[in-house]
């Protein structure tokens, strides 16, 4: 039997369809991976958000995993994933030093009072400096540093429970495992 | 316990999807009785399992069970009972839970409906809506677990989404589920039938009542969903071009094309692999949205969480269903193929220019939409298609479709005459143009010719709607259902468009910075910034402004948009304050504080902007009374008898 190739014509479509969201899917932009992954953490010795005497950095976390979260009191997705960030500080399993970017103290400190604080510590970056060091495109933007110093993940754009629970623990559980 | 029996129930549902399909599809092929009864047995078990499992997780929403991921991430302890329920399906999982609860609903109807259908028929149908069912459930237990344990469990939620706790929001999505999964049934009726590869009138007639439900359900779900973006999103805006809005356009505009190709096939017997075509189509589109909303493969401001892994089991999925389908379509259709003739002006050609039209305008939303895709993956760089293009590209189909709408409802079926009308057309047309010079000139001083064509199109269309009831009577015809409710629907296509065009044509949207006791004026209004104070509401703080409107002095009413916070966090929220009348809209909405007591105030005057939401009741309102029409409930064998009557004939 002959095959009209009009009717073929839907097929076809569809199939370069398919082929465009193929491509589509493997340009997502939240799939930009960090050079920095497998790398020691850049080391930074800055000024406590709070405290101008007080000099912070990866140093104060030595031997222990910890998670560095990049935010402004001028980024909406730090808002938006602020509530994430205060129920895994309550979680108690990993302590969060906040990499204060391109802000001014008195707005940064004003945010934490009103929203709560998550983070043990505040390194605070007004010209972003050390953020580049980072390889930070923006905020927010968080690491995640093992107990050898090591960067092990790295999350672009408000964190949730979702990619916490997925992404995140498993990977603190396997460096708990390890001697 | 309750959430590990509901994660439970939802893996023995999906076993009996698995045996809904193979004793559907295989029964069928065997010619087997015993398979064909199980597979109907496996569609009552799999409803009950997804309706448990469903069950399972309201009750985890409803007990605040902050221990369940999804819960917590989605919920509040401050959350009001309806809401919690309604934050079921606020977010990803739940919403393929919903999905498919839906889709076991339909089936159930189809196999409760079709005793009559030939078995082996019935059971290819029950096969194909298994194959679906199969994807949904597998989708959600590989990749979209909504009973996931949160471990330590979180000891307070991440609240709903604040847009989302509206009621017009809540029952969006089930309702426009209804109407998306609605379509699997013409679909799973399509496929089934080109497995067999024959098509009678039957199959039409047996197909237009599921697809009408379907459709009706999906016309208010998009309604709804334009209305919450309206008073919520606090733009004052009806529709935005939006891909997730668009998602749920296009089926619906297969979905129309399909009604009315299937009022042709069930006639006549002509179109047929045409209509077939259709059916495969509003699904796939269905299907598609879905891809496009999940995946986040195009960026939207409706933004749902999205995830690249999902958006590759959904493509797959989507490869297999839909690909299915068209391999089958190209492999038999063309044995299906009608002839007949029509005359040129007989309601065949009509429908077929109806056809032509909404499959134009489909194809340019979808080419929109996708457009930056294509872009993107092509690396020609990142583009976005805006409202301006949607809104041109849109009228070019739409226009002669309105215009042929009116002409083609009096057409007689393979004749080509008018005659009997076309005195009364003239008349028609003639006040319609009258009509839209008179409310252009007296209403708004204004007549620009895109508006009074917009007015002109919209009083024809409802004129035109009129007369043939009007006819119908006089000649003391009986007036069926479908009738009624296609003048209905079209009549409601007519007030549709006069909102539209009242709105696009003469609203005014302005942004004032305004300190307490100062006014502003726009549309021939006067908004007076009279008084602002702090609320308080079960879940969230915020501030409520008093906007005394008045007109030459007079007061007309007294707008209290608010801005909220909600408790939980997150981005503060606006709640416009909207004064609603057969005329205009008067809409205020409260921006940010500027400092110094100014608030920016976003006010607008929307004339005749209800008459688009009336417009669209009445079309889902049409398909409701032409989806009971007596025919489709006749008893079999009457209907045997009919059918044959109607080939011969």
Known sequence: MKLPLRFLVPVLAFAVLVAFFVIGLKRDPGQIPSPLIGKPAPAFALESLGDPNWIVGPADFAGRPWLLNVWGSWCVGCRQEHDALMAIAGQNRVPIMGLNLWDERERALRWLADLGNPYVSVAYDPDGRTSIDWGVYGAPETFLVDASGTVVKKHIGPITLQVWQAEFLPLLAAGAQAP | ?649
């Open chain 2, 1 to 649: 316990m309750i959430p590990e029996l509901g994660h439970f129930a939802l893996i023995v549902a999906f076993l009996l999807s698995v045996a809904q399909a193979v004793f559907g599809l295989g029964g069928a092929a065997r010619r087997d009785g015993a398979w064909l009864a199980a597979a109907g047995s496996a569609v009552v078990g799999q409803f009950v399992f997804v309706a448990l499992s469903f069950g399972a997780l309201t009750w985890a929403f409803v007990e605040r069970d902050f221990s369940v991921l999804y819960v917590a991430t989605n919920s509040h302890s401050e959350l009001p009972l309806f809401y919690r329920v309604a934050a079921v399906w606020g977010a990803h999982e739940g919403s393929l839970l919903l999905w498919s609860l839906c889709l076991a609903g339909w089936t159930l109807g189809v196999v409760a409906a079709s005793r009559s259908l030939d078995a082996p028929f019935r059971g290819r149908v029950i096969g194909i809506l298994g194959i679906i069912s199969i994807g949904f459930q597998l989708f959600m237990l590989a990749t979209s677990n909504p009973f996931t344990r949160l471990v330590p469990a979180a000891p307070e939620g991440l609240d709903l989404n604040p847009l989302l706790q509206d009621f017009a929001l809540a029952v969006h999505p089930p309702i426009l589920y209804l109407g998306y999964v609605g379509f699997a049934v013409a679909f799973a009726f399509a496929c089934a039938t080109l497995i067999e590869g024959r098509l009678d009138a039957a199959w039409a007639r047996w197909t237009r009542p599921w697809t009408l439900a379907a459709w009706m359900f999906l016309t208010i779900g998009i309604a709804l969903g334009s209305w919450w973006a309206y008073y919520e999103l606090g733009w004052g805006g009806w529709w935005f071009w939006d891909p997730v809005e668009n998602a749920s356009f296009m089926p619906w505009l297969a979905g129309t094309a399909l009604i009315h190709s299937l009022a042709v096939t069930e006639k006549r017997g002509l179109f047929k692999s045409w209509t077939l075509l259709l059916a495969v189509a509003a699904f796939s589109l269905s299907l598609l949205g879905t891809f496009l909303v999940r995946s986040g493969i195009l960026i939207s401001v409706h933004a749902f969480a999205t995830d690249p892994a999902r958006g590759a089991f959904i493509l797959a999925f989507l490869g297999i269903v839909i690909g299915g389908a068209l391999v089958l379509y190209a492999w038999r259709a063309p044995r299906l193929a009608s002839s007949a003739s029509f005359e040129p002006t007989s309601r065949e050609s009509f429908l077929l220019l109806n056809n032509a039209l909404l499959v134009a305008a489909l194809s340019l939303i979808l080419l929109g939409t996708l457009y930056p895709l294509f872009m993107d993956a092509l690396e020609l760089g990142k583009v976005t298609v805006g409202a301006p293009w949607f809104n041109l590209m849109f009228l070019v189909p739409m226009l002669p479709l309105l215009l042929l709408l009116g002409i083609g409802m009096h057409a007689a079926w393979k004749r080509g005459h008018l005659l009997t009308v076309r005195s009364r057309l003239w008349i028609a047309a003639g006040c319609a143009i009258a009509g839209a010079l008179l409310i252009g000139a007296l209403a708004y001083a204004d007549l620009r010719p895109i508006t009074t064509l917009g007015f002109a199109l919209a009083l024809w269309v409802m004129l035109s709607s009129l007369l043939m009831p009007l006819a119908r009577l006089r000649a003391r015809q009986p007036l069926p259902a479908a009738v009624v409710g296609m003048v209905v629907a079209h009549f409601g296509v007519g007030l549709a468009t006069f909102g539209i065009t009242g709105v696009q044509s003469f609203k005014v949207e302005k942004d004032f910075a305004l300190a307490v006791g100062e006014a502003a004026s726009i549309g021939g209004y006067d908004f007076r910034f009279s008084a602002l104070r702090d609320v308080r509401g079960a879940n969230f703080t915020g501030v409520e402004a008093d906007i005394l409107v008045s007109r030459d002095g007079e007061k007309v009413t007294m707008l209290q948009p608010q801005k909220r916070l909600y408790n939980s966090g997150g981005n503060p929220m606006t709640e416009a304050g909207i004064e609603v009348g057969p005329t205009r809209d008067l809409f205020a909405a409260l921006g940010d504080n500027l400092g110094e007591g100014r608030w920016s105030v976003r006010l607008q005057y929307k004339p005749l902007i209800r008459y688009i939401w009336l417009g669209a009741i009445l079309v889902a309102f049409g398909g409701l009374l032409a989806a009971l029409d007596r025919r489709y409930r006749l008893p079999a064998r009457a209907r045997d008898a009919q059918t044959s009557a109607a080939t011969a004939s």
